[in-house]
Structure formats: structure tokens, C-alpha cells
């Protein structure tokens, strides 16, 4: 997630310089074709190429409100992870019990709100195993961007590394080999929750109470995995860059003659009105590229790992600890 206010200049020239380049040579080369070699030919009605400026807006506009949509609800599905599971430890921390059984509770009051912060890290580790991100041929200015301030890692190692540093030895051997360790934690939290109710440790009420956030946190784990395993519509991605790509080219032979038409000497201004509506339109369309996957590790996704770390600092808290993790800070205006 970006968190500076305003973009940088130098990061909105990073992801466009390439595209103003190319468009400021095309509208250059179309100027000295009509104006100095007077081939008309190098003009096009500009009927046309309006009309398919104006579809190619409304279709980036679907495009980019249907990204939105998806980081939106990436965000509001980890917004919920978040209250879930300070529920949960709040239900856990104020379980109580006396005589024998109360030392044998403080041990699995702390085993389970542990269990918990260990979820919502299996569960971002997971979501990133396989990050877009990690693709060159996908948004490759950001990818290069990334890694040009060392931000993008090897999520497959870290997961592996969380799997053998930060889970207890009992639950590392039942998490041993399952294709989704998350999914297999939450089972352990709702078996250890029925047995504290079989024993009567908890009331009825209160077990319910907690089987109800694990059920809900369940399905916030799939609505998590449907948003990473269920890419952005790959037809109307391609045919939006495609049709953003016909119409600018087409735009400064559309443009040279209407503007030639508009008075004496004003022909050169093919070229800066044609460079910036295309500069508009590629930003536009790369926009919505990089908000399609909201749990990768881009400059707009779903901070997942701020989020993660917040909720192991409350969740801690409420156990009563004191040495507590350091909140995660953005690394070039980056907070992932």
C-alpha cells in the first residue's frame, strides 16, 4: 500500500516514461509527415478515432471499477480477520477456571491466542506463495521497482521459515505436509475449544460464542483464497490494453488536421495534446493492472503484513506481554 498523500513524480515517470516516449516520437513523426512533407494521407477523420476514444474510456472505466472492487474487498475481508481475532482473544484471555485446573487454562489460553496470530500469518503467507508480483511479465515497472528497493523476497521461503521458526513443535507435526496449514490451524483451535467444553472449562455459551468466530474466520479464509485463486477476468483485461493501444496510435493522425484547422501555426500542438491524452489513457489502464490482485505484494495491495504484525501486537498485549514486536514501517513510501 502506497502511503505518501501525493505521488512522487519520479515514481509516476518510473511506470510511464517508456509510453510518453514512444507517443511523443509517433505524434512527432505524424507532424512532420502532414506539416512539412504535406502528405494528407497522415490525417484521419477525427470522427472515428473519437468515437473509439469514447468506448475505450467506458471500458477502462468497467475495467478499473471492477479492480477496485476486488482490493476493496481484500481489505474488508482482512479488516474483519482483524476484529475476528481480537474476539477471539478477548473470549480466550477472560476464560477463567480455579484450583488445579487454573495453571493448566493460562497454558491454553496462550497456546490459543498464539495458534491464532500464527493463522493470520499462515494465512498471508500463503496468499502471497505464488504473488503475481513475481512474474515479469506482469506490470514488469513495478516488479523492477520493487526489487530495485530490495522490498520483494521468496514468499516460499518465507513460508517455510515460518512454518519451522514460529509454530509450536506439536502443531508443526500435524501442520507437516498439508497443502493448507492455515485451514489445519483453525481445525486445531476448534478441536482444543470442544474439548475445553467436554472438560468444563467453558460454558456452552461461551464455546459457542468462540466456534461461531472461528466459523466466521473460516469464511473470511475463503473469501481470501476466492479473491487469489480467481484472477481478474483475463478477457477483459488484454482487450483493455489492446483497445487503449488502437486508439492512441490512431489519436495524432486524428488530431494533426483538426488542430492544423484551428488557426495558423498551431499544427506543432499535435504534439503535446497528443502526448498528454495518451499519457492519460496509459495510466488509466495501468491502474487497474496493478489493483487486480489485492493480496500480492505491489505498491497497491493489501498491506498484509502491517496487518498481521497489528494484530500479533494486540493479541500479545491482551496475553499480557511486554516485549512486543515493532510495528512494520514503510520501506519507500511501500507498507506491505
Known amino acids: 500500500m502506497y502511503v505518501r498523500r501525493n505521488l512522487r513524480t519520479s515514481l509516476v515517470l518510473w511506470f510511464c516514461w517508456r509510453e510518453v516516449l514512444f507517443f511523443i516520437v509517433l505524434s512527432t513523426l505524424v507532424y512532420w509527415l502532414y506539416c512539412c512533407q504535406h502528405l494528407q494521407w497522415a490525417a484521419v477523420p477525427f470522427l472515428p478515432v473519437g468515437t473509439i476514444g469514447t468506448a475505450v474510456a467506458f471500458y477502462i472505466g468497467f475495467k478499473n471499477n471492477s479492480s477496485y472492487e476486488r482490493l476493496w474487498e481484500g481489505r474488508k475481508i482482512w ?106 490451524l483453525l481445525k486445531l483451535q476448534m478441536s482444543e475449544v470442544l474439548d475445553l467444553q467436554r472438560k468444563d472449562l467453558v460454558s ?37 490494453g489492446v483497445f487503449v493501444w488502437i ?32 499519457w492519460i489513457f496509459v495510466t488509466m489502464e495501468q491502474v487497474g493492472d496493478t489493483s487486480e490482485d489485492p493480496f500480492g505484494m505491489g505498491l497497491n495491495d493489501v498491506p498484509l503484513s502491517a496487518i498481521c504484525r497489528n494484530i500479533e501486537i494486540e493479541l500479545l498485549e491482551m496475553l499480557g506481554e511486554t516485549n512486543l514486536p515493532a510495528k512494520i514501517q514503510p520501506t519507500a513510501d511501500v507498507l506491505l
Open 79 to 184: 479488516g474483519s480477520i482483524l476484529n475476528l481475532s481480537r474476539y477471539f482473544a478477548m473470549l480466550v484471555t477472560d476464560l477463567s477456571a480455579t484450583g488445579a485446573n487454573a495453571s493448566g487454562l493460562a497454558t491454553i489460553k496462550q497456546r490459543m491466542v498464539r495458534r491464532q496470530i500464527n493463522w493470520c500469518d499462515l494465512l498471508r503467507l500463503q496468499l502471497r506463495e505464488h504473488a503475481d508480483h513475481w512474474n515479469h511479465e506482469r506490470v514488469p515497472a513495478e516488479v523492477q521497482l520493487m526489487e530495485r528497493y530490495k522490498i520483494l523476497g521468496d514468499p516460499s521461503q518465507e513460508l517455510n521459515a515460518y512454518l519451522s521458526n514460529n509454530i509450536s513443535p506439536a502443531d508443526r507435526e500435524i501442520l507437516q505436509g498439508k497443502t493448507n496449514p492455515a485451514a489445519t
Open 204 to 240: 456452552d455459551t461461551v464455546a459457542e460464542q468462540l466456534l461461531t468466530t472461528l466459523s466466521e474466520c473460516i469464511k473470511e479464509q475463503g473469501g481470501s483464497e476466492r479473491l487469489k485463486t480467481f484472477p481478474f477476468p483475463r478477457q477483459y483485461a488484454y482487450f483493455s
Open 247 to 278: 486508439f492512441l496510435v490512431l489519436l495524432p493522425f486524428g488530431l494533426v488536421a483538426e488542430l492544423a484547422k484551428a488557426g495558423v501555426g498551431l499544427d506543432w500542438m499535435v504534439i503535446p495534446f497528443s502526448t498528454l491524452i495518451s
